[in-house]
């Protein structure tokens, strides 16, 4: 079946420092995949996305990309702010949309 | 817009009773929403799959009878947890799907239950 695994948290960093938090996965087809972040007290909110191999999703300074060869979809941040702090999950989504997660990491970055 | 949001935020119950978690699309119609199960520090867990107007699909290995979903409009689906115990507390958030946003789900804020 299809699984998420991504590096265990939490991860602290100095505000501007670089982000990289690993994830990769297991699937049959060919499966979108995703980002998605959880703020302090809030819910999930897409992050960002890619659907096919070599896609680059972006968002807010963030990107991944689609590696079919490697099974993988690292989220990266060259510069990370306070406000970046969360915990942020990778997913992905084969037929029928249904989501399967990664367990989650979190994020704290210091001033 | 996409505004999922979820009644109660949080609840606790006595064990045996039952508890009804809404979940309502605010600004947009949902064929399609997912109920997930969260343990702390744990990953989403997919519990079912509810369709509008259909019975909702069950992952293995979770209770159909003691976790009943009802998809009665395209706004709206309800989770019962029934004879709740305490191994049912956890973090349960609901999504929906908007299909003029190449289905993309939106979530809910969840709902925390302690069942005592």
């Known amino acids: 079946g299809n699984s998420v695994t991504q590096m265990e948290g939490p991860v602290t960093l100095s505000e501007e420092a670089f982000l990289t938090i690993n994830c990769t996965y297991t699937?049959?087809?060919?499966?979108?995949l995703f980002w998605y972040v959880q703020y302090p007290g809030e819910g999930l909110q897409l992050l960002l996305k890619?659907?096919?191999?070599?896609d680059k999703g972006s968002n807010k300074g963030f990107e991944a990309t689609y590696r079919k060869e490697t099974t993988s979809f690292h989220l990266e941040k060259g510069s990370v702010q306070v406000s970046d702090s969360a915990v942020y999950f990778c997913?992905?989504?084969?037929?029928?949309?249904?989501?399967?997660f990664g367990k989650g990491t979190s994020l704290l970055v210091t001033p | 817009g996409a505004v999922v949001s979820q009644h109660p935020s949080r609840v606790i119950c006595k064990s045996g009773t039952s508890v009804k978690i809404e979940c309502r699309s605010l600004?947009?119609?949902?064929?399609?929403m997912f109920w997930y199960r969260q343990f702390p520090k744990q990953s989403l867990m997919l519990m079912a799959t509810?369709?509008?107007?259909?019975?909702?699909?069950?992952e293995q290995g979770v209770e159909k009878d003691k976790f009943l979903i009802n998809h009665a409009s395209l706004t709206l689906s309800t989770l019962t947890v029934t004879s709740a115990h305490p191994e049912d507390s956890s973090f349960y958030i609901c999504?929906?799907?908007?299909?003029?946003?190449?289905?993309?789900?939106?979530f809910g804020p969840g709902t925390r239950l302690t069942v005592l």
């Open positions: 999504s929906a799907n908007l299909l003029t946003r190449h289905n993309e789900q939106f």
């Open positions: 699937a049959t087809g060919y499966p979108s």
């Open positions: 890619a659907t096919k191999a070599d």
């Open positions: 997913a992905l989504s084969g037929t029928g949309y249904a989501l399967n």
């Open positions: 600004d947009f119609q949902a064929t399609t």
């Open positions: 509810s369709n509008e107007g259909s019975k909702a699909t069950y």
